[in-house]
């Protein structure tokens, strides 16, 4: 199977076609598809790689990686990746803003409670 093949296929699973993979990566029309007659650069596949959320080895060879992700986490990392940069930035503060009161929320709860034994 080939590259384009194999891009083709992962946009499908993803309900994408490759005119939306293109503008998503800000390709130009027609960029994936001349894949199949001149290699992409290292860039550009490592753009539709993260965008797909698979690897570039995965899409040169077909040999699948393991996936340290669950679905889940997969999931929402695809749903990242579709966030223009400055929106993924502001989304990564909030994330750790988040984190840092479930921590206050956390210590806050569990001193009372080892004081009280």
């Known amino acids: 199977m080939s590259l384009v093949s194999r891009i083709k ?20 029309n027609g960029t994936i598809r001349r894949w199949d007659s001149s290699p992409p650069s290292a860039d550009k596949l490592l753009k539709i790689a993260h965008l797909l959320n ?7 060879t077909g040999i699948e990686q393991e996936n340290y992700c669950s679905e ?24 750790k803003g988040y984190i840092k009161c479930l921590k206050r929320q956390e210590e806050d709860t569990v001193e009372p409670l080892k004081k009280a034994k």
């Open 54 to 60: 698979t690897s570039c080895e995965f899409l040169l």
């Open 72 to 95: 889940f986490e997969s999931e929402v990392l695809s749903l990242f990746r579709l966030l223009p940069h400055d929106a993924q930035l502001e989304f990564r503060g909030e994330l």
């Open 9 to 28: 296929n992962l946009s499908k699973e993803k309900d994408l076609n490759l005119k939306l993979l293109e503008e998503q990566a800000g390709f130009g």
